[in-house]
């Protein structure tokens, strides 16, 4: 599900109506919200008429009630902008930080200045960083919250059930529909002119990359721990074709699968695509990129390292991703 699908009707006008004592109940009552073993609690909350609700609470729910009198009479326009942002995905972080204005944000995911996830670590400084569960985005009161399809879908439910608006931005494995992706959030974000321009932007690193020396070698096979290829129908495969880079005759199609030793040897690509250089193994899954047969075949010169802050998401970070793509080719072409 899209960006465009889950606001498809925009025009409805976006209400988080009152919540009354009866309907907050029944939400905290489902076993998913509550720990048995935590004692009851008595809280004392007072809406926005004034007048008392008196609730008995799981002790996990404690904080996340204790905001519900700040936001209980909130109300938003799906068709305006929103005015308080909260990214609970690196990959809408990014997106929102190249998109949005910096007064829009009110808070960015816990991954948000992970530099092995995203390329806007520095840009991402300047904002808080959201916890893994729903009380830390209660108290924010954000008018949007955007969540990746499978980020703590428990927090999701409970974020919806409070009655916050949310919108999926989905994994994406390919850049045109990365552009349209694009589009959708910039739209949502009141600013689609900036969503233009961050794709001509990414259009102008693609145009380098095409222009890139590319070394006679044309084969590469994306391989990580134990085996695992990703395949072709991933953002890192889309990557590698852009750089004209395709996997060899044999290996797995879709979105991979693992390759036992012996076939790759038997596959023999080009080149070696990893997320890393490893040189000495961490773990039994590394012992596979380290085995001698491989480090014979494949040297440093034959290996090509494809970060994964790269291959995560398809916004801001197709830039420096087709740049970096485009000096790789050129060093592999001089090396032939």
Known sequence: ?????????????????????????????????????????????????????????????????????????????????????????????????????????????????????????????????????????????????????????????????????????????????GFAQIREIAKLLGHPERGEALIAKIEAARRRLAAAPRPKSSSALLIGNSGYTVGPDSLAGALLREAGLVPPTGAPAGYGGYVPLEKLIMLRPDFLAMASAIETPDGQGALYLTHPALRALYPADKRIVLPSRFTLCAGPSLIPAFDYLADVLARLAKQQ
């Open 1 to 177: 599900m899209t960006a465009s699908t889950m606001m498809s009707n925009a025009s409805v006008r976006f209400s988080r109506r009152p919540l009354d004592s009866a309907r907050v109940m029944a939400i905290l009552r489902r076993p998913s919200y509550r720990l048995p073993t935590c004692p009851p609690m008595e809280l004392r909350l007072y809406g926005c008429s004034g007048g008392a609700m008196r609730l008995e609470l799981a002790g996990r729910t404690l904080l996340v009630m204790a905001w519900l009198a700040l936001i209980c009479c909130a109300s938003a326009d799906a068709a305006d902008p929103p005015r308080r942002i909260a990214s609970f995905n690196v990959c809408a972080d990014q997106l929102v930080i190249a998109l949005a204005d910096p007064d829009q944000i009110v808070a960015l995911s816990p991954n948000a200045r992970d530099p092995s996830m995203s390329v806007l670590t520095e840009e991402a400084l300047q904002y808080p960083l959201l916890g893994r569960l729903a009380e830390s985005v209660v108290p924010l009161q954000p008018d949007l919250v955007l969540v990746g399809p499978w980020d703590r879908p428990l927090t999701q439910r409970m974020l919806r059930d409070l009655g916050f608006r949310m919108v999926s931005v989905d994994i994406v494995s390919d850049v045109a529909v």
